[in-house]
Nanobody, 117 residues
Framework: QVQPVESGGGQVQSGASLTLSCAAS?????????VAWYRQAPGKEREVVGT????????HYADSMRGRFTIYRNYGENTAYLHMNGLKPEDTATYYC?????????WGQGTQVTVAS
């Protein structure tokens, strides 16, 4: 079964940019897949950042994430990405991607992003 694997997290300074990757391990993304990015800050509930459909590339963002976050995918690299600009300390969280395929959600293990002030 396909398994998303996130990477690209790290510690950055406030105002920095960072791009996270979500690769499909154990398979490849297929046309009907939807990839979603979520994040979970310490002591808070997991919240959605946005989604992208693999084939059409249609994107949707949570209202609070619109503007500084961009989701995109690369067919050749079999990878979806989350690009973040102007990072703030409140963006500190574990970032997860999931793949929705045939109504089943496959979650990755997450990648930690820490933004220092």
């Amino acid at each position: 079964q396909v398994q998303p694997v996130e990477s690209g997290g790290g510690q950055v300074q406030s105002g920095a940019s960072l791009t996270l990757s979500c690769a499909a391990s154990g398979g490849t993304f297929s046309g009907d897949d939807m990839v979603a990015w979520y994040r979970q800050a310490p002591g808070k509930e997991r919240e959605v950042v946005g989604t992208i459909t693999w084939d059409a590339g249609t994107r949707h963002y949570a209202d609070s994430m619109r503007g500084r976050f961009t989701i995109y995918r690369n067919y050749g690299e079999n990878t979806a990405y989350l690009h973040m600009n102007g990072l703030k300390p409140e963006d500190t969280a574990t970032y997860y991607c999931n793949i929705k395929r045939d109504s089943v959600l496959y979650w990755g293990q997450g990648t930690q992003v820490t933004v220092a002030s």
